[in-house]
């Protein structure tokens, strides 16, 4: 190993940096190849281009380890699989480096085969593709870290990190395989991890970043032991690699024997589980022969860190880790936040200067680096500005006028008046639905012509009154096209959000928004959280326009539909003052009043999503119950305040469902829908050992993809899930929203799934 470095010095790190560029150029090449508008030669061009000019940017900011290979096409786990030539059956390869159309079939669905099964990465609101393990063993078709790093020296003589996924957390993540086959399935890893070290070793790396975030999760001792046997086999495949096994998203589980594992340096989040593992430092310390990664700066929040107390964070870890064998890096990757504050220029600029994104953590990265090297006196007004900076924007009004959150939480129910058997027949009585209600998750195609219409609204070009009308035409043409394809219940399209969280938080107060703070969701989806920097309130109604107009078309029922408490909460950046429960208690107050307004101007069929309710639950078990009690709470705080004949929906994006179903029953919703295509199999399989036993809608076509499946497909999922559910309270819909599809697959995938439908309904004898 390599210890040659001054024991004073301590060096810094980056753990990745946001693909999608300042100002979403990677996003746009994309996007112009799959519309084919650039060739594959000029998308390639494009891309080195952009990567080139982050790794630039992260070494004029001094960054000393600058990670590369952190860069994609699509998704880092995608990459993983392919560059193993993981390639599910259904998709055209014959071995050998994957093409870009398989590539991208694999992550977006072709005419052939649907896509493989997205979920989110940890506890955040980044999505993976989840790699298919099959009967063969992988294969290095080419090695990417090795081509990153080659030609960051190539290009820029930057001496890269390397970053690649861990087998631990590859194989954890992946599907295919049984839970028992586990060892056997990570075994046959090892050798293609070791020949992939060995080439990045031979071709002169130093450092290679090794990310496991799964051992950050529950880990057991048995799985420990097949992590060291692993790490064991990996260091005799690369000896002169120094690995830097890095953890993120929360306390490492078995610390003491996770620092044992033979790699050169292991990185911890000191932020996300910070207390836990600091303290496991100072009660079991660190080994000497070890370098600790110390992520001390947010690489998931927006909020500038107070640099002096960062330093003395520091300073506490070096009274265990002297600062020769120590790297200042962020928690995690900077994937999670948005690239530069730079250019926000409409902020408050109390809020403003109180903000750091990627670049500017880049910045903090460096300013702490010097601090320690050179002395705190050396940089004196960066320390003191983020302190006053941080001070300035708690003295304000936003922050300094508390509401007395005990006494509104006192008047406003939270629970439904009547349980739900009784609800339900009496809801059945009102609805007079047909047996299998057909509906959508709430949102239609955003067509070109309706973010054009946004734009020149929002530039002041259009009036109101002129974007409202053409609004207006938008949900006349739906509504027409809905009672066209025979749907039960309708809505509204959704058409008036660019974000189901943005909409909300500009009508609520609390909220500020940035004009180009992008983070990546999924493949080159991208999303503009809101910044929940103060306290959150009702101001006025913000749906019941739009649903009042779409209902007055039509004689269907025409559900409302808002975001939930504990999505917008998730999806949005959060101050870090109070906590999540508090703020999430706002929000459902909030909530609470728009319902009631809704159901007073007679919408009383409503919809509250929940797509982030999952993913907001903390990395181990142990945790769980503390946050679904207040995320539930929440969920029962706006929705209970309603008629018994008011039927609440809500909707989710996820398939595993079985380990929090309590919860999901908790709800008290009337109907739930939930997305499960690409995993019908196994949800079903999960209803069978859980009874559900209130309305329920299993997404039954995948609306990632632009793909329109055949009838039998649909009638075999719906099939499948009424021989586990009721067929009295099963509601038919797509996956999820279909605002990123084509109007033309839309109406074709919605008509085939009525067409499923009649024809299920016309044997339903055989499902009672
Ligand atoms: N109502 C939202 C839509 O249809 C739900 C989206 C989601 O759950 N992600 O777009
Ligand atoms: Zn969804």
New binding site residues.
Partial sequence: MNMTESVKNVRNSNLGYPRIGANREWKKALERFWSNQIDEDQLTQELKTIRLAHLAKQKEKGIELIPVGDFTLYDHMLDTAAMFGLVPERFEYEGGEVSFATYFAMARGSKQAPACEMTKWFNTNYHYIVPEIGEDDPVLTVNRPLQAYLEAKRELQIEGKPVLIGPYTFVKLSKGYAASDFESVLNRFIPVYAVLLQQLEQAGAQWVQIDEPSLATSVSRAEMKLVAGLYERLAQAAPGLNVMLQTYFDAVDLYSELIRLPVCGIGLDFVHGGEENLKSLQEFGFPADKVLGAGVINGRNIWRSDLQDKLALLQTIAAIVPYGRLIVQPSCSLLHVPVSVRQEERLDETLRDALAFADEKLDELSVLKQAVNEGAESVTAALQSSRAALDRLAQSPWRKERQDLTARLAEQPSSRHLPFHEREAIQRDKWQLPPLPTT????FPQTKEIRRARQLWRKGEWSAEQYDLFMKEQIREWIRLQEEIGLDVL?HG?FE?TD?VEFFGEKLAGFAFTQNGWVQSYGSRCVKPPIIFGDVRFVRPMTVGETLFAQSLTNKPVKG?L?GPV?ILQWSFVRDDISNREVAYQIALALGKEIKALEQAGIEMI?V?E?ALREGLPLKKEHWDEYLTWAVESFRLATSNVKDTTQIHT???YCEFHDIIDAIKALDADVISI?TSRSHGELVASFETNVYDKGIGLGVYDIHSPRVPAKEEMVRMIERALRVLPAGLFWINPD????TRGIEETVASLKVMVEATAEIRSRLEQYA
């Fill in positions: 959508t998750i709430g949102s809505v959704e959000r189901m539909m975001t999505t919809q999503d797509p909707h989710m994006c997305e999820c929203g279909l605002k």
